[in-house]
């Protein structure tokens, strides 16, 4: 499913090794399955890392959604 106009966000995610970290975020699209970090099947995230300045996968499961804002 891909998303419309450039939405940015920020929210608290828990990585492959247990760190977690504030991320910010511009989602490109969701999409089920596994990745080589994420090996278990679930919904995922493609997304731009805005501070890395690169495209991610993300494990929609290992995001803190208390901790979700809209980033300006």
């Known amino acids: ?11 608290e995610y828990r990585n492959w090794r247990g760190e977690v970290a504030t ?3 511009r989602p490109v699209a ?10 278990t099947p679930g919904l995922m995230l493609k997304a731009v890392d805005l501070d890395k300045d690169a495209e991610r996968d993300f494990a ?5 959604m208390t901790t979700l804002r809209a980033v300006q």
């Open 1 to 11: 499913m891909a998303l419309k106009g450039p939405v940015e966000f920020q929210c």
């Open 23 to 25: 991320r910010r975020l």
């Open 30 to 39: 969701f999409w089920h399955g596994s990745t080589e970090w994420h090996p």
């Open 60 to 64: 929609v499961a290992d995001f803190n």
